[in-house]
């Protein structure tokens, strides 16, 4: 089993659509928890942390549930400009340096 | 906000050759860290350090060596470039340990 997988998608949805994607993780002592943005050809950016008490940015909401070991990243009314590759990333303990990347969702917002 | 550059956005180099990538960042962080991306793996970290000479292997550092002798520079060596290298070479730098980390715009390496 992979320590972080994602399904890879694409996800095609229309402007204005609500689209959620899960992560799940395989070490149940991960500490934190990440969700990036990655435009094609370029580099990933934080989109936004994952906190145990849930994380809202604008649009954007992320949930961790520790019981079922999973991130979730929704977003609400789509934009053209959403289109990219989404990458989940879990450090597995509070001392590491180390990330453990998702291989991404990609998710296509549809005019 | 901090700056991370990479010394070339893409790069094309021949079998056997000796190939550095240069990341620079302009404040005076600690950690730093080289990722390779190829499609359907995800990114895989190749070295970190987390101070001037200090160096750690991450997941797959066979092939790979790297070079931190000032705080805002981190190189990767490639000492006898193969093909098998070819993938998009990304740099980052974070706060600490499970923090945030910030990638550069990364190099992409054909090797021939």
């Known amino acids: 089993r992979k320590e972080v997988e994602q399904d890879p998608g694409p996800f095609n949805v229309p402007e204005g659509a609500t689209v959620a994607f899960n992560c799940t993780y395989s070490n149940s002592a991960s500490q934190s928890f990440f969700w990036y943005r990655q435009d094609c050809r370029k580099e990933p950016k934080l989109l936004m942390s994952?906190?145990?008490s849930g994380n809202e940015d604008g649009r954007f909401t992320a949930q961790l549930n520790r019981a079922s070991q999973y991130i979730s990243l929704l977003i609400r009314d789509s934009k053209l400009s959403d289109s990219a590759t989404y990458l989940c990333?879990?450090?597995?303990?509070?001392?590491?340096?180390?990330?453990?990347f998702g291989t991404g969702t990609r998710l296509k917002v549809l005019a | 906000d901090v700056k991370v550059t990479q010394s070339s956005r893409y790069l094309v180099k021949r079998t056997g050759e000796k190939v550095f990538l240069e990341c620079v960042q302009d404040?005076?962080?600690?950690?730093m860290f080289w990722y390779r991306q190829d499609p359907g793996l995800g990114l895989r970290l190749i070295y970190f350090?987390?101070?001037?000479?200090?160096?750690e292997k991450g997941d797959i550092p066979e092939g790979y060596s790297v070079s931190r002798e000032k705080k805002e520079r981190f190189s990767l060596i490639l000492e006898s470039a193969s093909t098998n290298q070819t993938s998009m070479y990304l740099c980052a730098w974070g706060l600490g340990p499970a923090d945030t980390q910030y990638f550069g715009p990364g190099t992409r390496l054909t090797v021939l």
């Open positions: 990333v879990v450090t597995p303990d509070s001392g590491t340096y180390k990330y453990i």
């Open positions: 994952v906190y145990s």
């Open positions: 350090s987390y101070d001037v000479k200090m160096k």
């Open positions: 404040m005076d962080h600690e950690n």
